[in-house]
């Protein structure tokens, strides 16, 4: 009798690992991490396996960790909000959080002794960090003005919140999607301006009417790494606007999963993404085992999309669908909160609005439910003059990754230096138009800098005969309709020199005028 072999597959040291002890299975041992403390954990827990958690142990600075939340379609309330702050309140100087590019919170600051405490805390007000790091579904993104949007096609948060029910069950952690080849992306659009980049997401789905109801085109595979930048490509599907989104979502995630042995995505984690899958078999092969996996046919795509608008960026005030109301989108420069700064928004969401709070892949925040009587009161309030609705044209763009301040990947520090050149440049150049600029520490692209009018990628780079910060520059990322990744313009140039090459690119391409000539 023939006996059929397994593929040989040289496994990844991370893949080893996991197969060693999946990552998920340190959720039973946090009290017992916690008493021994991170200093005689296993290396591998503390490094990795921690991540599924969403504990990110931080080499930079050891023993404060980061905690990466899920906040699904960037939606939470005043109380959660208030919970956060206190959280990073008792770290002092060490404790704060950021508003992530995928519309989420990471806190700082965090020791590991407090974490069976943290979660408990979360747990009750119903959020939680589950697998939101290493090879799990990360943040699922949607719509930040879902349901309070005056022209939207359709309101994301619903199914986004039962397909993170599904993924994570219920926060409790799902060993179903827990060990996948790698990273995962998913966004589910509900306007017309793109709002959750689809073309960079592993799985987006995009308004579009078939036979005038409303569902979604397929779009897979998009992504941004240090090794290759994709836009995500069309499935010829399209589903309806319901339950039939987590049905895809889930058999495109078992496809992933259970072909990454056999078609070699678990040997090299820089070609584990799924459009090495999708290269693998071509975009029919692939639909055609999706389609097998759904276990009913899938409609074929609409003809056109309905991403009809440029992206916008929601700051400043706007009509609510719901008469009578305002959001105010806030500017949070480079995406930072302080304690103080997440209790003050939590207080205003609630004395001014319904207690909602919304988060955009631009890292900055909106207070939805604004009665127009209050609207006046709300715009005085002090902390709107550093979370402002009007920031100068640079400034209110501008998105940034973490940086060597926490993260060791990074070859430059990225979120002062991005605010500095954007101040500087705002006050010596008149603009019309909002050019969107965006730092990332090193090329793994967590900042995006090619979706964007300017970008940056940190790099190492020579200036009298010495190693110094540099970055890689890039323009001509286009993002809402037609969005397109953009191309590199410039290689290693040293961080002290850019002022004046930005300076005079903003004059020459985005017509920039000097205040005083
Ligand atoms: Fe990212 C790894 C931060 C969005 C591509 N990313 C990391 C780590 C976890 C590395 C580490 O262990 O230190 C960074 C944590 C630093 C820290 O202390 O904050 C990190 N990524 C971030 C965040 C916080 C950047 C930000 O300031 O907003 C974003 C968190 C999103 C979230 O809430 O889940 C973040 N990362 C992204 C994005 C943007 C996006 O999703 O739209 C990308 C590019 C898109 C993509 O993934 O296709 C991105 N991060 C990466 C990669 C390269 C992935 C690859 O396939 O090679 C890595 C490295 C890796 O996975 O090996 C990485
Ligand atoms: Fe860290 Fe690099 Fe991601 Fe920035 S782009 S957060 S430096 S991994």
Redesign the pocket.
Known sequence: MVVASEPKVKLNKIEKAKADKDGLAVKDELEYFAKIGWEAMDKTDLEMRL?WLGV?F?PVTPGKF?L?LRIANGTLNSAQMRVLAEIVQRYGDDGSA???????I?LRGIRLEDLPDIFAQMKAIGMTSIQ??MDNV??LTGSPIAGIDPDELFDTRELLQKLESVITNQGEGNYAFSNLP??F?IAIEGGRDNSI?AE???LAFVPAYRDRILGFNVLVG??????RQVEAVPINVWVPANDDVIKLSIAILTVYTQNGLSEGLREN??RA?LMWLVDKWGVEGFRAKVEEEFGQTLAPAALKDEITQDKKDYLGVHPQKQQGYKFVGLHVPV?RLSADQMFEVARLAEVYGEGEIRLT?E?NLIIPYISEDKLEAFLAEPLLEIFSINPAPLTRSLV???GNN????ALIETKQRALKLARELDEELEISDRVRIHWTGCP?????PQVADIGFIGTKARKDGKTVEGVDIYTGGKVGHEAELGSRLEKGVACDDLKPIIRDLLIQKFGARPKNP
């Not at 950021?98 to 989420?104: E, F, P, V």
């Open positions: 991540k990110f931080r980061m990466r950021d508003i992530t590019t995928r519309q989420n990471q939101s790091g990360r943040n790698r990273k992306n980049h960079i997401n592993d998009g992504y941004l790494s240090a090794q984690r820089q993404r995406g892949v890292q940034s990754c973490t926490y993260c060791n990947f793994n692209s967590c900042g995006q």
